[in-house]
């Protein structure tokens, strides 16, 4: 029997940039050169669900990873710069930030330090949820929440923050770019110190170093260097707990901040177009009409008088007409109510939530003695609270300008309406006919603020008039409100001008009356980026680089192989607190695979070590007749778990329809206790130049390999958490997928059948008659079927926990 079980294989009719294994479920995300990103099922290699290249965020994605918990996927895009997270459950953005350079590698990892502090931190219900009341859940009838949210929940915003153990996600880019966001939303930290564009990251759990591979060019025509660099980051060791608790904040903080944007989205929104009709109407009219008499005046005729003179007349029973009036009113009174719903219920509640969270964070600025080494800035955090004031300051405001017109127009609707039918000769209701003179007085108060002709606003907008208010507050631009609210009489406004000492006392928060919604929103975003800013400084400079080492020069001819599929590979074992970096040096010796062994304390020196693997003759020598010991070359190696490298090899006889081999390399067979040859570094030279004074060990399969017949495999994709493997052939577009352990599998296919239900489903049907695991590559066939299904998904990527390699010019990445 084989030593793994093939569960899956597919041709796909795109070729495979990235691909990542989910470190909790049998799934696996996939990016293809399209643009597209793909989650696949391993059961028959099921497609869930495809997000397709987008305009607004990109469509070249060069990088993949999974939150810890499996239930976050994160993508960087080169072309926008940007990082987007989709929920496991929907092809859809929840969060999505930009970034200073394109990214190139991303790694997400937990946290697994244990302590005192931290288990009580963990265990401990979050203040937040016993003092503030829960945030309702963002409507799902907008088109914008609707493709985001599913239909039973629409609380999957506050998936974002996780849980409560510490999780990073590290970023890497060209030109040295490294930063770490914290639970994957709010940056702690910002490196700097390593040059040259990176291949590889690996962050140690217990926080204490950060590995990284980059491709560097000493100068504009000279050969690529890959570079290992080994950088101290004791400092987030050191404060993990207060780090933790900083971290948690800015993750709240970051989600309220999206919370927030969804909500002011929402009311946009609701706010329609055929609110501005009566705007237009009157404009035109204005433009038409041949009398010199004002548009207030024809109208405060006809309240006063009854009559109206024929152009009037023309515009309200030709233009507007009795059933165009009661759809205005029907649409305003639906739009304002719902504004207004959004925002005592959402905006309101979501800029409380985020005033808590900020102040919380001020307090722990205040605590030196823990959180200064941070970077917390007390007073910079102090604006940002102010800002957040005067930000609900602002929605106060709308939520008067709309009560206001609601009022206002409910009269003047009312009134105009039986005007109309009087003049279209109608009957009219006697409810409608009675008109108090406070209703009259009323409506021509309306008309006297809100029917004056303004040239200037023409100029502007293009309009004459400003009847509708509330839309102005909404509008995305740096313009001042047309029509700011009339503080004139205003007794507190008159007593803060005349007050020189409350008129800049930080109790006070700032009040924009000539500014709309989104401008204070976005002028409170950029201050509470700013301050939130400091610490992930502050901890990047405290990041020192340990060691750097020239490992080899890059062939020439590797230029047009995907970068983002090649080695080196970067592991961190969290048992030994060591970091393995695996690499081939082709240049001088492709048979071999080399481990380089490094201690995440960077202040000792032990277990540090770099030995080189070759592979042997099989014991079961059905593959090949030769007796020769060295036979067989690495194509691609990923770390299986702590214990185990996963491996692709083939023959290096010149010889067609040589076959390829998937096997499991025990690490036990290559470092022996006792045996270990010291290896002298110097560290001026490039590691292939030192090769011939490696320590070399040659290892013999047993059982765990297994023959790729008809397949010219190349790169291998694995997770030893599910164990299952998805093995990518030479031309990225045929993939078969393993399970690696066959003894254990029982029990992970009934926990694949509970997850079923819970995750996709939507292509379950569409997938079950094309996706059988018999379907072999050359079937031409299904190649054409999955091609009209954009059944382009098969990112042959590696294990959830491990990382991306570049492709190279195109920019494609390889997961681990």
């Known amino acids: 029997m084989p030593a793994f079980r093939q569960v899956g294989e597919k041709q796909l009719p795109q070729e495979v940039a990235l691909m990542a294994w989910s470190p909790k479920r049998d799934l696996i995300a996939l990016a293809n050169r399209a643009g597209e990103v793909l989650l696949h099922r391993l059961a028959n290699f099921q497609r869930v669900w495809s997000l397709p290249p987008n305009e607004n965020t990109g469509k070249e994605v060069t990088a993949l990873a999974w939150r810890p918990d499996g239930k976050i996927l994160a993508f960087g895009l080169a072309d926008t710069k940007r990082v987007i997270l989709c929920d496991v459950e929907k092809p859809e953005s929840l969060h999505s930030f930009s970034v200073d350079a394109p990214i190139t590698y991303m790694h997400w990892m937990e946290v697994t330090e244990e302590s005192s502090v931290l288990t009580s931190f963990y265990n401990a219900e979050d203040e937040s949820n016993l003092l503030l009341p829960k945030l309702p859940a963002l409507p799902k009838n907008y088109s914008t929440t609707a493709k985001i949210f599913s239909e039973e929940k629409s609380d999957e915003i506050m998936k974002l923050l996780g849980d409560v153990r510490l999780n990073a996600l590290v970023l890497g880019g060209n030109s040295g770019f490294i930063e770490v966001y914290a639970y994957g939303m709010f940056k702690i930290a910002t490196v700097t110190g390593v040059t040259g564009s990176c291949r590889g990251l690996c962050l140690s759990s217990d926080l204490k170093s950060l590995s990284v591979i980059a491709e560097m060019q000493n100068s504009s025509d000279g050969p690529l260097e890959m570079m290992y660099f080994q950088l101290d980051t004791s400092l987030l060791s ?33 706010w329609e177009e055929i609110l501005m009709q009566m705007d237009s109407r009157l404009t035109k009219f204005v433009q038409e009409k041949n009398t010199t008499t004002s548009v207030q005046d024809e109208f405060m005729q006809l309240l006063l008088w009854g009559k109206a003179s024929p152009e009037l007349q023309a515009l309200l029973m030709n233009q507007l007409t009795v059933k165009g009036l009661k759809k205005l009113g029907q649409s305003i009174e639906s739009s304002y109510s719902s504004i207004q719903k959004l925002v005592i219920s959402h905006l309101q509640s979501g800029s409380e939530a985020l005033l808590y969270h900020l102040s919380e964070l001020k307090g722990m600025a205040l605590w030196k003695q823990k959180y200064e080494s941070l970077g917390l800035d007390a007073a910079g955090i102090e604006d940002a609270i102010t800002a957040v004031g005067s930000f609900i300051l602002k929605a106060n405001e709308l939520l008067q300008v709309i009560d206001s017109s609601m009022k206002n127009f409910k009269a003047f609707f009312r009134w105009l309406y039986v005007a109309m039918l009087r003049m279209s000769e109608d009957h009219v209701l006697p409810e409608l006919n009675k008109m108090t003179q406070k209703d009259i007085t009323f409506v021509a108060d309306f008309l006297t603020e809100h029917f004056n002709e ?89 990041v020192h680089q340990v060691i750097c080492i020239s490992l080899y020069k890059v062939s020439q001819s590797e ?53 080189a693997v070759e592979f042997g003759t099989f014991l079961n020598n059905s593959i090949n007749e030769s007796s020769e010991s060295r036979i067989y070359s690495c194509l691609d190696a990923h770390f299986y778990d702590d214990e185990t490298v996963t491996v692709v090899l083939k023959e290096n006889a010149e010889q067609e329809g040589k076959e390829r081999i998937l096997a499991q390399l025990p690490l036990s067979s290559v470092y022996i206790e006792n045996q270990e040859r010291k290896f002298s570094w110097d560290l001026s030279k490039r590691l292939d130049e030192q090769c011939d004074d490696i320590s070399t060990r040659t290892v013999f399969l047993e059982s765990q390999w297994r023959v790729l017949e008809n397949m010219k495999a190349q790169y291998v994709a694995v997770n030893g958490i599910r164990k299952v493997s998805c093995v990518l052939s030479s031309n990225l577009r045929h993939v078969r997928v393993f399970e690696m352990d066959v003894e254990d599998d029982g029990e992970a296919e009934e926990e694949e059948e509970e997850e079923t239900t819970q995750t996709g489903g939507g292509e379950h049907e569409l997938n079950q008659s094309t996706d059988n695991q018999d379907n072999v590559c050359g079937d031409s066939a299904e190649l054409t079927e999955e091609t009209g299904e954009l059944e382009s998904n098969l990112d042959s990527g590696p294990d959830p926990c491990h990382w991306y390699k ?4 195109t920019s494609l990445v390889s997961n681990k």
């Not at 081939?584 to 695979?593: D, H, L, N, V």
Request: charged share 20%; glycine share 4%.
């Open 238 to 270: 050191t404060y993990l707990p207060e780090v933790t608790r900083m971290a948690r904040k800015f993750t709240h903080i970051s989600t309220l901040l999206q919370y927030i944007k969804l909500s002011l989205t929402c009311m946009c929104e609701a």
């Open 454 to 542: 303004a040239p200037e606003l023409y100029n502007r907008k293009g309009k004459y008039f400003n009847v509708e208010r509330v839309g102005q507050y909404l509008k995305d631009e740096d313009d001042d409100l047309v029509s700011p609210p009339n503080t004139k009489g205003n007794q507190w406004f008159n007593f803060l001008k005349n007050s020189t000492h409350l008129k800049e006392s930080p109790l006070l928060f700032p009040y924009y009356p000539q500014k709309s919604l989104h401008f204070v929103k976005r002028q409170m975003e950029g201050i509470i980026d700013q301050c939130l800013q400091k610490p992930a400084d502050v901890i990047g400079k405290s």
């Open 559 to 611: 230029e047009s192989i995907p970068q983002l599929f090649k080695l080196p590979f970067l592991w961190n074992n969290k048992s030994s607190s060591t970091h393995y970096v695996l690499f081939t040096m082709a240049e001088s010796s492709i048979s071999k695979i080399y481990i380089l062994r490094r201690h995440t304390d960077t202040s000792r020196s032990v277990n540090n070590g770099l030995l």
């Open 806 to 809: 570049d492709v190279g010019a």
